[in-house]
């Protein structure tokens, strides 16, 4: 497992952007596959998007495809989810998630062993 912290939640308005940074320590960053997901109240955790341990690959949830990048520096021990074109339906606790599961992208949550405490982000119409 690895230590993760989320950054960089808040209240914004319809349109905006924001970015959400999780930075890692306890092991090599770089052998995990990192995911972002998010849980709206009453709601299930679902995955926003995921990114392999080297970066290359990456998938997003049909709903943030176009609006949402994931990314990673192994070298800094973060991974980013720069969120664009905000909705109101996007609000939620967004969290970040590690797994050393072999494969190349995980987008079930039942994988991911590695969890940060979450952010909030609200988005207002």
């Known amino acids: 497992q690895v230590l993760l912290v989320e950054s960089g939640g808040g209240l914004v308005q319809a349109g905006d952007s924001l970015r959400l940074s999780c930075t890692a320590s306890?092991?090599?960053?770089?052998?995990?596959?990192v995911g972002w997901f998010r849980q709206a109240p009453g709601k299930e955790r679902e995955v926003v998007a995921t990114?392999?341990?080297?970066?290359?690959?990456?998938d997003y949830a049909d709903a943030v495809k176009g609006r949402f990048t994931i990314s990673r520096d192994n070298a800094k021990n973060t991974a980013s989810l720069q969120m664009s074109g905000l909705k109101p339906v996007d609000t939620a606790v967004y969290y970040c998630?590690?797994?050393?599961?072999?494969?190349?992208?995980?987008?079930?949550?039942?994988?991911?062993?590695?969890w940060g405490q979450g952010t909030q982000v609200t988005v207002s119409s």
């Open positions: 306890g092991r090599t960053f770089s052998r995990f596959v």
């Open positions: 998630a590690a797994t050393s599961r072999d494969g190349l992208l995980h987008y079930a949550k039942s994988v991911y062993d590695s």
């Open positions: 990114i392999s341990r080297g970066g290359v690959s990456t």
